[in-house]
């Protein structure tokens, strides 16, 4: 009987780790996908413009951008995209995604290059940092919940 609760007790302790170690995995594969996601999103943007740019977020998303008030929802966040439609190239470099325990939040930051014209139509070049946080949706996907940035205050 003791030989037998031995071996319960042994095969649990290995399923336990065997487990342990698959949920590792599991959580870098999805950290994985966010950068990837990332290069997915920012190609998007450069193929589609505003259009593409809008499509990575979630219906309730809220955006904060640098010095202004901020914008709740993905169709109010759209008509203030329009910018990306206009010749205008928005770039980015993720550094790093981090996930909450219950995978189902998750997090990434970077820098990002912004290159457009100004009102006087002279070329600008706007550098800054961002930090995007993803929430995972019912089917499994990603999509932006809050993003913002801001500027390295270059002139």
């Known amino acids: 009987m003791r030989k037998t609760a031995a071996r319960i007790v042994l095969a649990l302790s290995v399923l336990t780790l065997i487990a342990s170690a698959s949920a590792q995995t599991t959580v870098k594969e999805d950290l994985d996908r966010l950068m990837d996601l990332e290069a997915e999103f920012m190609k998007a943007t450069a193929e589609h413009g505003s259009a593409g740019y809008i499509s990575y977020y979630a219906d309730n998303a809220v955006e904060l951008p640098d010095g202004a008030p901020m914008i709740e929802g993905k169709e109010a966040i759209r008509k203030t995209m329009g910018f990306l439609d206009q010749g205008n190239v928005l770039t980015w470099q993720p550094l790093k995604a981090a996930m909450a325990p219950s995978r189902d939040l998750a997090y990434t930051f970077g820098?990002?290059?912004?290159r457009g014209k100004d009102k006087e139509g002279k070329p600008i070049i706007a550098?800054?940092?961002?930090?995007?946080?993803?929430?995972?949706?019912r089917d499994g996907?990603?999509?932006?919940?809050?993003?913002?940035?801001?500027?390295?205050g270059e002139k």
């Open 127 to 137: 550098h800054g940092k961002y930090v995007t946080i993803w929430e995972k949706q």
């Open 141 to 152: 996907s990603w999509k932006v919940a809050v993003d913002m940035g801001n500027s390295n």
């Open 111 to 114: 820098t990002y290059e912004y």
